[in-house]
């Protein structure tokens, strides 16, 4: 059916949205991170990138920014998949720890973060413990707020495969290990591949539980790029705000192009299997 003026009428405020909030923002970034001064707006070249790239606080931004994004992601991933092996026979047992990893997801950070600080001693968000602690109610606060959303994919997927598959396999003598193994897990890559970047664009946003635990200017372990830029967006330097911007957007442009390749490949070779 081809879409008609009412159609069309529906969708128009949510576009303008998108455009007026979103699009048209991202190019006046864009704009501003080849110039110099806002309101000269002299093009200078790439001599922006090369201020921002070299500066010792965007690095170590963008250092543990990776950094963080490479062990929490993984230990996310693995920890959904788990908890979506152990629950998703939907024992009654099991529904009130579903239910505690679901809450976060639903509930607004600023009210995650109040139950968050009574769980940890105070002294680990007032610095007052070694640089080494205090990402671990980071990483454990993104996990947790991850767990239930993957946990609920993975389910999804596991009712996905076609029982006949297991029946088959039982009766070759495989064990539940080896029907996960053989079976379930290249199944799912697909889900599992999505879920994945699903989290990491989520460890790219970590920045608002950092900011709610920690302040502006928190510990070096944890200054992320979202801390640089809010930073310079306090100071108006545009400038440098719009061209790590820019970074940042082709980072997360890369790792999401880079993850659809691979769940279309992955999801060619499944179609196969199935």
Request: hydrophobic fraction near 55%.
């Amino acid at each position: 059916m081809k879409p008609g003026i009412k159609h069309i009428l529906l969708v128009a405020p949510g576009l303008a949205g998108v455009l007026i909030f979103y699009v048209i923002p991202f190019f006046i970034s864009v704009c501003y991170s080849f110039t110099t001064i806002t309101l000269d707006l002299n093009f200078t070249g790439i001599n922006n990138f090369i201020s921002v790239l070299s500066n010792d606080y965007f690095r170590l931004a963008l250092s543990n920014t990776l950094e963080m994004t490479v062990v929490i992601v993984p230990v996310t991933v693995f920890t959904s998949l788990m908890a979506a092996l152990l629950f998703a026979k939907g024992s009654k047992i099991n529904k009130p720890i579903r239910l505690a990893l679901i809450i976060p997801v639903l509930l607004p950070s600023a009210a995650v973060i109040f139950f968050w600080k009574m769980v940890f001693p105070g002294d680990i968000f007032s610095g007052e413990i070694t640089e080494e602690f205090i990402r671990l109610p980071v990483y454990l606060l993104f996990i947790w707020k991850n767990t239930g959303l993957n946990m609920v994919l993975f389910i999804a997927g596991f009712h996905s495969i076609p029982a006949v598959i297991y029946e088959a396999a039982e009766l070759d003598g495989a064990s539940a290990a080896k029907k996960h193994i053989y079976i379930t897990l290249p199944l799912i890559s697909p889900i599992l591949l999505l879920a994945t970047m699903i989290t990491t664009v989520n460890s790219f946003r970590i920045f608002k539980e950092i900011y709610l635990l920690y302040g502006s200017y928190p510990a070096e372990s944890i200054y992320t790029l979202q801390n640089y830029m809010n930073n310079h967006f306090l100071k108006m330097s545009y400038q440098n705000l719009s061209t790590a911007a820019v970074i940042f957007f082709v980072i997360i442009f890369v790792s999401i192009s880079a993850g659809f390749k691979i769940i279309d490949s992955v999801n060619r070779v499944t179609g196969r299997l199935m």
